[in-house]
């Protein structure tokens, strides 16, 4: 099963990479009325989605390790 959600992932992210890439790089230099333009969100999101992914990641991880570092904390000794 692991390997199944492993392979699922990893195809996932060949097309979204394969995606990003052709609407960045490819797109541009086809003419704006071919057919093919329509398969693609507006030039504007190119850089939105990636820069709230990465934020939205950035919290996640952040998240994570104030969580960890809360579970971990040892109590503080108390000197007479």
């Known amino acids: 099963m692991d390997q199944l959600v492993g392979f699922g992932l990893v195809a996932f992210?060949?097309?979204l990479f394969v995606y990003y890439t052709?609407?960045?790089?490819?797109l541009p230099f086809?003419?704006?009325?071919?057919?093919?333009?329509?398969?693609?969100?507006p030039r504007e999101y190119s850089v939105t989605i990636p820069v709230i992914?990465?934020?939205l990641l950035v919290l996640f991880v952040g998240v994570f390790?104030?969580?960890?570092?809360?579970?971990?904390r040892k109590p503080a000794?108390?000197?007479?």
């Open 13 to 15: 992210s060949l097309l």
């Open 22 to 26: 052709i609407w960045i790089i490819i």
């Open 30 to 41: 086809i003419d704006s009325d071919h057919g093919i333009h329509k398969f693609f969100l």
């Open 53 to 55: 992914a990465g934020l």
């Open 65 to 72: 390790v104030v969580i960890v570092m809360w579970k971990n």
């Open 77 to 80: 000794k108390k000197s007479d």
